[in-house]
């Protein structure tokens, strides 16, 4: 039969080796012989000599592997702490970024408000200066009004002493 038995749990008593899976080795009694002596019978000293040459080989790719692998570990770390690094310049960037994109807002604000202070002064002065010209105008008016009257008055007493001296 392929697989395990369904009935096997419910019939302990069925059990038989076909049922278990091929495990793909047997053992010989020449190799346990071998074995216990240390040396196999097809061995000779020029494959022990290449065995050693390649566990040689073996040995200085693993060790190569090893400090490849310790470099890689400390570049690794390196570049952790670079990223850490880098990290944080973006942060502080980020933030002086922000405080500088507010005050520029602020200023921005400050800005519109003391253009809307210049116009008001602006216009205040406008003001001043009409009304100035206008003080001047009267005063101008007045002084001349002044100074027309004046002229009558002298007029008029010169020809009272014209009058009288003629009289």
């Known amino acids: 039969s392929s697989g395990i038995n369904a009935e096997w749990p419910l019939r302990p008593g069925t059990f038989a080796g076909h049922d278990m899976p ?3 080795f047997s053992f010989s009694k020449n190799l346990v012989d071998a074995a216990k002596v240390g040396v196999s019978s097809s061995m000779d ?22 400090e490849r692998i310790h470099s890689l570990n400390k570049e690794n770390a390196d570049n952790k702490q670079t990223l850490q690094e880098l990290k944080t310049k973006l942060f502080e ?3 002086t970024e922000e405080e500088i994109t507010k005050e520029n ?10 253009q809307a202070r ?3 002064l602006q216009r205040k002065l406008d003001q001043a200066n009409t009304d100035l010209q206008k003080a001047e105008e009267q005063t101008e008016k007045k002084l001349t ?23």
């Open 105 to 114: 807002e602020d200023l921005q604000q400050d800005k519109v408000l003391l």
């Open 22 to 24: 091929f495990c793909g």
């Open 93 to 95: 960037q980020t933030q």
């Open 118 to 120: 210049i116009n008001n």
């Open 45 to 66: 000293s020029g494959s022990t000599q290449q065995l050693e040459s390649q566990l040689k080989q073996k040995t200085r790719e693993l060790k190569e592997s090893q």
């Open 145 to 167: 009004d002044m100074f027309r009257m004046k002229s009558e008055k002298r007029k008029k007493y010169r020809l009272r002493l014209c009058v009288d001296t003629t009289a």
